[in-house]
């Protein structure tokens, strides 16, 4: 008697099924069509894109080459093509070799794109702080210290990803103003910090060389 029973409830579930099947069965091939299509085309998006990074690596590469053999002008149109039109990542890579081509035959124009380059907020924090430090490095001969120190001061705080150079570049405008007190705490700053690069700390003590002693009270 309970296999009867059991055929009953197996009969009563098949056709429960199958009148769910052709109540919501258009629903739910549309909804399967749906994920597959949301898979295909995502894979589509991923192909695509690595194909355009693949296209911007390879015109990148040209571009330095460009650059290697002092065709300044040719890197820099290549350059130029590549910020208008490559991926984000190299977008940015492009406009900042792009003003150091600038930067060969007119280096405040280069500042400038550099500065503008640095107002960015969309290339992020650190690329910011790059094209600062790479304007300073062209005006450190020709800016005047409290130019130089407004410019650069917020990169030199402990942690800051650039701060070795920074500290290294008001020292030298320092100096260049004859600002010696200002020019041995830049110095001294460079010393103190155990992350300094070993090059960059040889340099400040060169520096520190060429200053007069300090005056004993």
């Known amino acids: 008697m309970s296999e009867l029973f059991d055929e009953v409830d197996e009969d009563v579930r098949r056709d429960q099924l199958k009148k769910l099947w052709d109540q919501y069965s258009i629903?739910?091939?549309?909804?399967?069509?749906l994920i597959i299509a949301a898979v295909g085309g995502w894979r589509g998006y991923q192909y695509i894109e690595a194909q355009k990074a693949a296209e911007a690596g390879a015109a990148f590469d040209k571009a330095v080459e460009l650059s290697e053999a002092n065709k300044h002008s040719e890197a820099e149109a290549a350059f130029n093509e590549l910020a208008a039109k490559a991926p984000s990542g190299y977008r940015m890579l492009a406009r900042l070799r792009a003003a150091a081509e600038v930067a060969t035959r007119d280096p405040k124009?280069?500042?400038?794109?550099?500065?503008?380059?640095?107002?960015?907020?969309?290339?992020?924090?650190t690329a910011q702080e790059l094209a600062k430090i790479r304007a300073a490095e062209l005006l450190v001969d020709s800016s005047s210290y409290p130019d130089m120190l407004q410019r650069l001061e917020p990169a030199t705080v402990p942690g800051a990803t650039y701060r070795h150079t920074a500290r290294e570049l008001l020292a030298l405008s320092a100096l260049r103003a004859g600002d010696n007190a200002?020019?041995?705490q830049w110095l001294d700053l460079i010393a103190n910090d155990g992350e300094t690069p070993p090059s960059?700390?040889?340099?400040?003590?060169?520096?520190?060389?060429?200053l007069p002693p300090v005056a004993k009270s």
């Open 200 to 210: 960059l700390r040889s340099r400040a003590e060169a520096l520190q060389a060429l």
């Open 182 to 184: 200002a020019a041995r």
């Open 109 to 125: 124009a280069a500042a400038k794109l550099y500065d503008d380059t640095a107002a960015d907020r969309s290339i992020g924090a």
């Open 27 to 33: 629903y739910i091939v549309a909804a399967a069509l």
